[in-house]
């Protein structure tokens, strides 16, 4: 008998059993007259035992319309697991968690290698590739919210993920079955997916995509031409230094540098040398014009308003001295520019609306900022270290003074 006559032969034996006859205790009998009694049944059903048993479906019918819905749905159902549709949190995690490693052939464009091996790949450059999530003890975990309560749970998933179950990083992350994939996935890849020419920003295969390098924050604050009644502007810039880690266990990569003061201290001179010469602070100089500086696998990802080109291209530069690497053109953009060139400081003039001023909000008002403070950021021990600072209220950590 094939697949689909044994499962119609189960579903009319389950009705069968449901509508079989039922004596009242006492010989007790319905006084509803015939004509007013339901003529059709009332079904629980559950198309994945696995999967629905939580949540049946509830449909209605006599016994020719209810096996036409199950076969309909039926059919939907399974429509929708062959396109991945509806694909579960849980079917998902038992590859995400191995790394795929029943998938020990790559097949695809000619010539590539892949840099998520099963196991550890020695290449040609002398560098390993460490096998993809080949250490049980770092491969990413997570924890669900429920209530014991069916009934309580909402519709949607509550997860807190570690990419690392061996670091103290854990996200919150809710949503849909799909919802909660796709924020997995980029986490796993945010920062990963820049592209560039020229051997210091080359891609190959000793490149390993991970996160929780120190990260160096520059704030420039407006000091003066306050526009009234306004908040002073300013600007903050990061710059991932993924060549270091901050402690041995997190050491990946033979080329990668355990943090030290005497690194601290160095990138504190060179951003001295930088924004604070002499102790006169750099000018960043806003406008109305955007500009980009995007190369995520050296840590940048930088973005502004500047007066003029030249002036977005004389941040950078200083920017990418700080990360010991040319200035490199190719990932440098240009944004969009205002209509109206004319430059304003004050362009929220009011106009009347019900009897009473109304400010318009600011659109890219010009300004200078002066350098402020440039501070690391450790993220796996959570620590501030402030290198340069002109606050009071944030004086420079005792560990670089």
């Known amino acids: 008998m094939s697949k689909e006559g044994r499962w119609r032969d189960s579903l009319y034996t389950k009705m069968a059993q449901e509508e079989a006859v039922t004596y009242l205790p006492g010989g007790k009998q319905t006084t509803t007259p015939p004509h007013e009694q339901p003529n059709y049944d009332v079904f629980a059903i559950t198309l994945q035992e696995k999967k ?15 096996p036409t819905q199950i076969s309909l ?12 549709i509806n694909l579960t949190f849980e079917d998902f995690w038992k590859y995400w968690e191995e ?9 695809g464009t000619p010539g590539l290698i892949t840099n998520y091996p099963i196991n550890d790949r020695p290449n040609k450059d002398g560098i390993t590739t ?10 990413p975990g997570y924890l669900e919210f429920k209530n014991p309560n069916i009934k309580n749970n909402p519709l949607f998933k509550t997860i807190e993920y570690w990419p690392n179950r061996s670091l103290n990083e854990s996200y919150l992350l809710i949503g849909s079955d799909r919802d909660i994939i796709n924020q997995i996935i980029q986490l796993e890849h945010r920062g990963t997916t820049g592209e560039g020419e020229g051997e210091a920003f080359r891609i190959s295969n000793d490149s390993y995509r991970r996160i929780g390098h120190p990260e160096i924050f520059i704030k420039f604050y407006q000091r003066s031409n306050i526009e009234p009644g306004k908040q002073p502007l300013k600007s903050v810039f990061q710059i991932c230094m993924n060549e270091h880690v901050e402690k041995p266990s997190l050491k ?23 924004f604070f010469p002499t102790n006169v602070p750099y000018i960043l100089k806003r406008g109305r014009e955007s500009y980009a500086y995007n190369l995520y696998k050296a840590g940048f990802k930088a973005w502004s ?10 941040l950078f530069e200083k920017l990418s001295f700080i990360r010991g690497l040319p200035f490199n053109e190719y ?3 240009e944004g969009s520019k205002p209509v109206n060139e004319t430059p ?4 929220s003039a009011g106009e009347m609306v019900l009897g009473e001023p109304f400010e318009k909000a600011r659109y890219r008002p010009i300004a200078d900022l002066e350098f402020w403070k440039a501070w690391v950021y450790l993220p796996n021990t959570r620590q501030k270290i402030t290198l340069v600072s002109r606050s009071n209220k944030d004086p420079v950590d005792s560990r670089v003074a």
């Open 52 to 66: 629905d048993k939580d949540r049946p479906l509830i449909i209605t019918g006599n016994e020719i319309t209810i």
């Open 99 to 107: 790394g795929f490693s029943f998938a020990i052939n790559r097949a």
């Open 252 to 274: 990946v990569l033979p080329q990668e540098k355990i943090l030290d003061t005497a690194e601290l201290k160095n990138w504190k001179n060179n951003i001295t040398a930088q």
């Open 331 to 333: 990932f440098f953009t």
């Open 130 to 139: 460490p096998g993809f999530r080949k250490d049980r003890d770092e491969r």
């Open 344 to 347: 304003y400081l004050n362009p």
């Open 305 to 314: 308003y500047f007066r003029t080109q030249a002036d977005a291209r004389a």
């Open 73 to 84: 749905l039926k059919a939907v159902d399974m429509w929708a697991e062959h396109r991945g």
